[in-house]
């Protein structure tokens, strides 16, 4: 069998006017990133990466030292390559410049350098999820505001996926396409042409020890997939819930699902638990590119019109009909 690799279907997709020289540039080198990452995630205990970094990041959260290295790994390799305006990152306050000493390019990048944080040390899958935008803005130092853009203007999405083995999926609005990471060779293959969201599931994914804080059309949506055979559903649902939003959306990409953060009573003042930029617009196309939904409850998520760098909305995602459902009982709330 014919190997296609990361390299050769970006061009391909290049040749095709789908994508520019820059943004396949910005896509190899976060994939070389990734590497980088998936190396360290994997060492684990033998390269004494476990553990509190023993610093907080923006949003006061404890970062472990893996979201700090992560994080480091992404900025550096992004830094020098010439297709970058600037970038923007869950663990960083402001927006990071590209040093003077660099060329800047066309795109912004964003992205939650390790996503599942409080899985690290347990050795369950973690993620890293990444969003790119145009620069827009005019000027050399682009500020917060030239990221506030709606999801909708995403040129790439993508997330890698740090589990048994590690795999990188990525859109750049010309459907989803999954590769694993060959760690002999060291290239990323593309094993998972066109990924779909299958339009119906019996699996939902949501934290149900925040049941009590959950707002009426989701204690109702809940509630009735708990039913089961004998509930207005009339058949049986199953719980998933690995809290690597990266592995959950995964197995939603591979076997179909509904993933629910939605709004809470104990997140209501923050917006939702989960990052508008780099969580919910990333994975939002994603799973819209595959034949599923994605939406705030409300709103489409990718039409949220972002306010503010680390935003957070509720997000519910997956499964097409199983979204359209929760949205319905939101209108009719
Ligand atoms: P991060 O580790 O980047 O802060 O994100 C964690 C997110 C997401 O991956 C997951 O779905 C969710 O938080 C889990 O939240 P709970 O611990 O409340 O279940
Ligand atoms: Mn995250
Ligand atoms: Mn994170």
Request: hydrophobic fraction near 40%; charged fraction near 20%; proline fraction near 4%.
């Amino acid at each position: 069998m014919r190997r296609v690799t990361l390299t050769q279907f970006l061009i391909e997709q290049q040749r095709a006017g789908r994508t520019s020289a820059d943004l396949r540039l910005l896509i190899e080198v976060v994939a070389r990133a990734v590497k980088a990452i998936s190396v360290n995630v994997s060492k684990g205990a033998l390269a004494g990466v476990l553990g509190e970094a023993g610093t907080d990041n923006v949003q006061g959260e404890a970062q472990k030292k893996l979201d700090v290295i992560a994080n480091e790994i992404l900025l550096q390799a992004n830094e020098w390559g010439g297709h970058l305006a600037a970038m923007a990152s869950e663990e960083v306050e402001e927006v990071h410049q590209i040093p003077f000493d660099y060329p800047k390019g066309g795109y912004l990048l964003l992205f939650d350098p390790l996503d599942g944080s409080s899985n690290i040390d347990v050795n369950i899958s973690v993620g890293t999820i990444f969003s790119v935008l145009r620069n827009t803005a005019a000027g050399t130092e682009p500020d917060e505001s030239a990221f506030l853009q709606p999801g909708t203007e995403q040129v790439a999405a993508g997330y890698a996926l740090y589990g048994p083995s590690t795999m990188l999926v990525l859109t750049v609005g010309n459907g989803v396409h999954g590769f694993t990471l060959d760690r002999e060779m060291g290239s990323f293959v593309y094993t998972n042409p066109f990924m779909t969201v299958p339009v119906d599931t019996s699996e939902y994914a949501i934290n149900a020890s925040n049941q009590r804080f959950w707002e009426a059309p989701v204690q109702r949506y809940v509630a009735e997939l708990q039913q089961g055979e004998g509930g207005p559903r009339g058949r049986d649902f199953n719980t998933r819930w690995v809290a690597s939003m990266v592995a959950d959306v995964h197995r939603i990409l591979t076997r179909g699902g509904i993933f629910m953060y939605p709004m809470d009573e104990k997140c209501r003042a923050k917006g939702g638990k989960l990052r508008l930029m780099y969580e919910a617009n990333p994975m939002a196309m994603i799973i819209e590119q595959a034949g599923g939904a994605a939406t705030t409850g409300h709103q489409r998520i990718l039409d949220v019109v972002p306010q503010k760098l680390h935003q957070r909305v509720p997000v519910i995602l997956g499964s097409l009909n199983e979204v359209e459902r929760v949205a319905a009982y939101h209108r009719e709330a």
